[in-house]
């Protein structure tokens, strides 16, 4: 049993087998054979080693052909290294001797090779690290290729125990078969989280180096609302998270009087709270949660779960069907926002030094001008079946907002009115508040944007200048960071001085003690997981807006993150003690 902590991103818990997938696709086990089993083991190796014997030959007399002896050559160094007698010896005696598997073997020795080379200061040496890689890929692909099983195939649940997971992998996870997920890499604002959530899929992220421990098959317990995973575990173990599993489910099923509850506060200051969704069908879950709208509709998964891009009518009937399901709620949808981490190769190029910092959100949809258009002309198509609004993501300057609300938005306009479509001329057109620039010239964008929606998780990536899916530098990534506090009390004031709405859809609108923080800055209404609104409105009707307001402010005299969170929750104990008794 081997216990290890991760970043709780998507909440609840989970007991099953694991699937692992690690980063080039393989299992990696450590794995050991019985003694009597261990000639049938060198078996496999030797048949393995000549199979990819014979693949580099093939592969070295057609680039000779192709691209001639210089590059051929690159081939014939691993051929050598291949056949190295001290090389394969070391794994002949570890499968022998110690009876490892041939794939542990492998790793291990070309682990240890590897290293060395790495250490030496010749960089033509060093290169030949490179090749051991390439060889050991090879050997374990020829090993494990047969019988490695896919996501695609699963039939049985599992939980999904991965190096790291793209957002599109995510957006395509088969929830009827995927019990959690918990990842080596990616931190608290990453998309894979933010998915996962949407999903409702339990899930860890960046637990740091784990998966050459667990082998496929392995009993995992997935924790993640405290971030913990039990590898391998004892019966006490299990049956003691059985226990926790059965609590949280009338838990959760307690939450559920609040569905047809207002969010008003003890004092009685009523605050929306609105929905985040990535799927359309998720417009359901909100509304039988009863959130008051759609604060954030995230438009990218509609392309990212797919390889070519949806059509003009694709757009409109997903947009259709959340314009309707919302009945006359107010539905704000977000033009596409690639980049970053939520990535397709056809959106994005692998040139790029610093995505983050490069063609995404609207700089992107400015490029991808009939892209852009195509999408708007489908929201405006839409807009009369509800109360759509339309937003764009990562404004930084003034301009950017204009050329996307007065040229792209306006060109979409008059193509329909040549097609004699009908639209709402009066859709409102706003923007997100996630890049320090636009938080400074807030005052400046007021004049041409009728909303703004607050987008932590870019704001404090941005502000704090750490990447929000980077689990190294997870300790920075505080939404209730004073520097990033003062962001948002400057965008609310700002806001409500030239009396344009204000919301916040980023993660932090989710959190416990956040939002009491978040109602004190002024924050009227707020977006989040529709999962999560339940705990949020809950939150609303324990607290009072005085009690909010004084939180507020004594946080931003604070300089420390640590000391912020402190108070809050201190203050939160002693004025809301309720919240933390969790409903019998
Ligand atoms: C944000 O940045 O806070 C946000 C809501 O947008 P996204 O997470 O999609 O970047
Ligand atoms: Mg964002």
């Known amino acids: 049993m081997k216990t290890l902590f991760g970043i709780p991103v998507s909440p609840g818990i989970a007991i099953g087998k694991a699937f692992v997938q690690a980063a080039e696709g393989f299992r990696i086990p450590e794995q050991t054979i019985s003694a009597g089993a261990y000639k049938a083991e060198l078996q496999r190796f030797h048949h393995a080693v000549a199979e990819a014997k014979d693949e580099i030959i093939v592969n070295r007399e057609s680039t000779k052909t192709a691209l001639g002896q210089t590059f051929a050559d690159i081939f014939e160094v691993q051929l050598q290294l291949l056949i190295e007698p001290k090389l394969l010896g070391e794994m002949e005696e570890l499968i022998r001797s110690c009876y490892f598997s041939a794939e542990h073997a492998i790793t291990v020795v070309m682990q240890k090779h590897m290293d060395t080379f790495r250490q030496i200061e010749n960089s033509y040496i060093a290169e030949k690290s490179n090749d051991l890689r390439d060889i050991e890929k090879r050997l374990l692909r020829l090993l494990l290729g047969a019988k490695r099983e896919t996501l695609g195939q699963l039939s049985s649940p599992v939980i999904l125990a991965a190096t790291n997971l793209t957002p599109s992998e995510t957006a395509n996870l088969d929830k009827r078969f995927i019990q959690a997920v918990v990842t080596e890499f990616g931190g608290a604002g990453g998309h894979t989280a933010i998915l996962a959530a949407a999903l409702e899929i339990p899930c860890i992220v960046g637990a740091g180096e784990f998966l050459n421990a667990v082998?496929?098959?392995?009993?995992?317990?997935?924790?993640?609302?405290?971030?913990?995973?039990?590898?391998?575990?004892?019966?006490?173990?299990?049956?003691?998270?059985?226990?926790?599993?059965?609590?949280?489910?009338?838990?959760?099923?307690?939450?559920?009087?609040?569905?047809?509850?207002?969010?008003?506060?003890?004092?009685?200051?009523?605050?929306?709270?609105?929905?985040n969704i990535e799927f359309p069908y998720e417009?359901?879950?909100?509304?039988?949660?009863?959130?008051?709208?759609?604060?954030?509709?995230?438009?990218?998964?509609?392309?990212?779960?797919?390889?070519?891009?949806?059509?003009?009518?694709?757009?409109?009937?997903?947009?259709?069907?959340?314009?309707?399901?919302?009945?006359?709620?107010?539905?704000?949808?977000?033009?596409?926002?690639?980049?970053?981490?939520?990535?397709?190769?056809?959106?994005?190029?692998?040139?790029?030094?610093?995505?983050?910092?490069?063609?995404?959100?609207?700089r992107l949809a400015l490029k991808r001008w009939s892209l852009f258009r195509c999408q708007l002309r489908a929201i405006l198509r839409a807009s009369i079946f509800g109360d759509l609004r339309i937003m764009f993501p990562l404004i930084s300057t003034v301009k950017e907002f204009r050329q996307a609300k007065r040229t792209a938005l306006a060109e979409a306009m008059d193509e329909l009115r040549e097609r004699n479509v009908a639209f709402n001329e009066k859709i409102p057109v706003g923007m997100m508040v996630e890049v320090p620039s636009a938080v400074v010239m807030i005052d400046k964008f007021a004049k041409?944007?009728?909303?703004?929606?607050?987008?932590?998780?870019?704001?404090?990536?941005?502000?704090?200048?750490?990447?929000?899916?980077?689990?190294n530098v997870n300790h920075l990534f505080h939404p209730d960071d004073?520097?990033?506090?003062?962001?948002?009390?400057?965008?609310?004031?700002?806001?409500?001085?030239?009396?344009?709405?204000?919301?916040?859809?980023?993660?932090?609108?989710?959190?416990?003690?956040?939002?009491?923080?978040?109602?004190?800055?002024?924050?009227?209404?707020?977006?989040?997981?529709?999962?999560?609104?339940?705990?949020?409105?809950?939150?609303?009707?324990?607290?009072?807006?005085?009690e909010c307001q004084a939180i507020a402010r004594q946080t931003l005299r604070m300089s420390n993150?640590?000391?912020?969170?402190?108070?809050?929750?201190?203050?939160?104990?002693?004025?809301?003690?309720?919240?933390?008794?969790?409903?019998?």
Not at 249 to 259: K, P
Not at 506 to 534: F, K
Not at 561 to 584: G, H, M, R, T, W
């Open 215 to 275: 082998d496929g098959g392995d009993t995992l317990i997935v924790d993640a609302n405290t971030g913990c995973i039990v590898v391998r575990p004892n019966e006490e173990t299990v049956e003691k998270y059985k226990q926790i599993k059965g609590a949280e489910s009338s838990r959760i099923i307690d939450l559920d009087v609040y569905r047809n509850l207002p969010a008003v506060t003890r004092d009685g200051t009523p605050i929306s709270i609105c929905a």
């Open 448 to 471: 041409d944007a009728d909303f703004f929606s607050i987008g932590t998780n870019d704001l404090t990536q941005y502000t704090m200048a750490v990447d929000r899916g980077n689990s």
């Open 561 to 584: 993150v640590k000391d912020i969170q402190d108070y809050v929750k201190n203050s939160l104990l002693k004025n809301a003690p309720a919240l933390f008794i969790q409903p019998e």
């Open 482 to 546: 004073p520097a990033v506090l003062r962001m948002i009390r400057r965008t609310v004031l700002v806001s409500k001085h030239f009396k344009r709405p204000v919301s916040l859809c980023g993660q932090m609108g989710a959190s416990l003690y956040n939002v009491v923080t978040l109602l004190g800055l002024g924050l009227r209404t707020i977006s989040c997981a529709p999962h999560n609104m339940m705990q949020i409105k809950r939150i609303c009707r324990e607290v009072s807006m005085d």
């Open 283 to 362: 417009a359901d879950s909100a509304m039988q949660r009863g959130a008051d709208g759609i604060g954030l509709f995230r438009t990218e998964f509609l392309y990212l779960t797919r390889s070519d891009d949806p059509s003009e009518e694709e757009h409109f009937a997903a947009y259709k069907h959340v314009a309707e399901t919302m009945q006359g709620k107010p539905v704000i949808i977000r033009t596409f926002d690639f980049g970053d981490d939520k990535t397709a190769d056809r959106f994005t190029s692998a040139a790029e030094r610093n995505p983050a910092l490069g063609m995404r959100g609207v």
